[in-house]
């Protein structure tokens, strides 16, 4: 299980941009995981939680479960 959250994008991805910004300003503590300029692994281990595909934002929540392309209000109302 991980110890927290995990969001994997990238800044080319508005949506991705908007979730990141969205959990500073509620102030949620996350592990940005970067798939353009970060360990090219990272695009291996996407596609492996994203059915094959890039989808950006792609979050894992710290028991595991995995939400692809959620909308902020989402990833939100699933920590609580």
């Keep these: 299980m991980n110890a927290k959250l995990i969001v994997y994008g990238h800044e080319y991805c508005a949506d991705a941009i908007y979730l990141q910004g969205y959990l500073n300003r509620n102030g949620i503590t996350y592990e940005w995981r970067d798939i353009e300029k970060g360990d090219p692994q990272l695009k291996a281990e996407l596609r ?3 059915r094959g595909y890039l989808s950006v934002p792609t979050v ?18 699933r920590l609580k």
């Excluded at 710290?62 to 209000?73: A, C, I, L, W």
């Design 48 to 50: 492996l939680l994203a």
């Design 60 to 77: 894992i929540f710290p028991d595991g479960e995995v939400m692809v392309e959620p909308n902020p209000k989402e990833v939100l109302a």
